[in-house]
Nanobody, 123 residues
Framework: QVQLVESGGGSVQEGKSLTLSCTAS????????MGWFRQVPEKGREGVAA?????????LYADSVKGRFAISQDHANNTLYLQMNSLHPEGTAMYYC???????????????WGQGTQVTVSS
């Protein structure tokens, strides 16, 4: 049974940094991609970053976070990370960890999801 559990969310000041973590079950090792998505009231669930699990860890980032966010993984601890720097109030959302068979930033392609962790960025 696949289990994805996010942690690290909270309230931070604009311009500060925050790191999210996602601990995955061993079943996730069979997936092609893992990613971070966020649910914003006016846009629903959108892709933030994704990382391939096969071969070299190629990454994808949404244009809105490229250069500020960094996705990484620690296979030894079976953990996915999202380092968020220079946070904007627009980054306020529920962040979800996901895993699936397609390397993409579209939620439709992912079939395993965590419960989410709230991030609130104040001005």
């Amino acid at each position: 049974q696949v289990q994805l559990v996010e942690s690290g969310g909270g309230s931070v000041q604009e311009g500060k940094s925050l790191t999210l973590s996602c601990t995955a079950s061993v079943d996730i090792t069979h997936t092609v991609s893992m990613g971070w998505f966020r649910q914003v009231p006016e846009k629903g669930r959108e892709g933030v970053a994704a990382i391939g699990r096969i071969g070299t860890p190629i990454t994808l980032y949404a244009d809105s976070v490229k250069g500020r966010f960094a996705i990484s993984q620690d296979h030894a601890n079976n953990t996915l990370y999202l380092q968020m720097n220079s946070l904007h109030p627009e980054g306020t959302a529920m962040y979800y960890c996901a895993a699936g068979p397609v390397y993409a930033l579209t939620a439709y392609y992912y079939n395993y999801w965590g419960q989410g962790t709230q991030v609130t960025v104040s001005s």
